[in-house]
């Protein structure tokens, strides 16, 4: 059977009297290229845990499984876990947990599967996100530390425009600089809506996150760091002087001093600095004022 088929996902709906969720972002994969690519740009090892976000109908689930020591598949919808347990029915290395992932401690799975032995390589994280959920799965990941060598996730292409843009880039903000602060971001390839069923109004993209074993920055306090690009792109028409008043409940007179002191003009703007010049920034106000 070809589970990836749209013959296979009709079927499985009518068996299984099983309706597609919009609000749980239920677009299903058709395309076996793209699934290949996936999984080949996630580089999954024989001896690896795979933790699969979102597995739908199992297509990426059983790619996955074939590669990878243990697979853990976290799937919200309750509907579809006798389906996974048909589709996935012939390998005994896959686990469905039916649980919301942003309620779900990895760390603990991670322990659990570390502690029952099923792997001994590296952890790698993949799925293809349902867009509302993108960006605070990736953020909860990346803040909480989870263990993780690497995230290779299907997304929104705008959304994965920003996560990889550079300065002076018009897709560069916050989010660019945060994840780039925690990974190094590689394209995988871009994927067109027509491979999806239903078809969603929007391209996708698969990014590589790998997870830096340093940071590109040494940090007086993260907590800083993030507050201040918070501030700088808050107001990304602003110049700094402006945008970053308030900053750890600074004035402008102690930004004029702190940019000053970084060698930063005043009158540029947060799109126009990369994360070394946020990190001068950050640790200018933790230094003196944090
Ligand atoms: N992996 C399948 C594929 O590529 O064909 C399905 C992808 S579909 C875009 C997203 C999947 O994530 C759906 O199965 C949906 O039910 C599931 N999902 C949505 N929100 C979730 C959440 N908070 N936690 C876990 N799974 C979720």
Excluded: W
């Amino acid at each position: 059977m070809k589970l990836y088929a749209p013959s296979t996902i009709q079927d499985i709906k009518e068996r299984h009297d099983f309706k597609l969720s919009k609000s749980l972002g239920q677009n299903f994969i058709t395309d076996r290229n793209v699934i290949e690519k996936i999984i080949d740009g996630a580089e999954i090892n024989s001896d690896d845990l795979v933790i699969e976000i979102g597995p739908g109908i199992g297509v990426l689930t059983a790619a996955a499984a074939e590669s990878a020591a243990r697979v853990i598949a976290v799937e919200i919808d309750k509907k579809l876990i006798p389906i996974l347990s048909e589709t996935l029915g012939g390998y005994d290395n896959i686990k469905v947990i039916n649980r919301d992932i942003l309620k779900t401690d990895i760390n603990e799975i991670i322990n659990e599967e570390k502690e029952a032995g099923t792997f001994s390589g590296r952890v790698k994280i993949i799925g293809n996100l349902p867009y509302y959920i993108t960006t605070p799965i990736i953020m909860s990941i990346l803040e909480r530390g989870v263990s993780v060598d690497s995230i290779t996730i299907m997304m929104q292409k705008e959304v994965a425009d920003r996560i990889k843009s550079s300065p002076g880039g018009k897709t560069y903000g916050a989010l660019s600089v945060a994840v780039q602060y925690y990974c190094d971001v590689h394209q995988v390839t871009s994927v067109p809506k027509e491979v999806f069923v239903p078809r969603p109004k929007v391209d996708s993209t698969v990014l590589q996150l790998s997870v830096r074993k340093e940071r590109p920055v040494d940090l007086i306090s993260e907590k800083v760091f993030f507050s201040c690009i918070k501030h700088g792109f808050g107001q990304r028409r602003k110049t700094l002087l402006n945008s970053l008043t308030g900053v750890c409940g600074l004035s402008k007179d102690q930004i004029r001093e702190i940019l000053s002191e970084t060698g930063i003009e005043f009158n540029r703007r947060a799109e126009t600095l990369d994360i070394k010049e946020f990190a001068a920034i950050a640790n200018s106000v933790a230094a003196c004022y944090g």
